[in-house]
């Protein structure tokens, strides 16, 4: 249930490269973001999406614009987790990455 996902999607943040104030403010700490965003799902026989609302949190949201300002100088790895909450369902293991280098926000497209 979309539910379960949002108890238990897991994120860990890493600015690899990149201004003191923003790692400070983004941190590394692994977070269970669909306590504190909207995610909304997609589902279809060929792929699962998941898409993060940044702007359904204030904190997420004032974040994330001050990261838009420095995107062309930093580098970001974000992993992603389904977090264990039971012994079976332990150790966790990674599902997937990214890493984000030196994005120019001017090429971004945006989306309706």
Do not use: W
């Not at 490269?17 to 504190?36: D, L, R, Y």
């Not at 614009?65 to 987790?81: E, H, N, Q």
């Amino acid at each position: 249930t979309d539910e379960y996902r949002n108890e238990r999607f897991k994120l860990i943040p890493s600015i690899v490269e990149g201004n003191f104030i923003v790692k400070q403010a983004v941190g590394s700490t692994p977070a269970v973001i669909g306590n504190k965003l909207r995610q909304p799902y997609f589902k279809t026989p060929k792929y699962f999406e998941l898409d993060i609302d940044v702007t359904s949190s204030a904190v997420a949201n004032r974040v994330t614009g001050l990261v838009l300002g420095f995107t062309k100088k930093l580098i970001v790895d974000m992993s992603f987790l389904v977090e264990g909450k039971h012994g079976h369902e332990l150790p966790e293991r990674l599902f997937g990455a990214c890493r984000l280098s030196f994005v120019d926000m001017a090429h971004a497209k945006k989306l309706v």
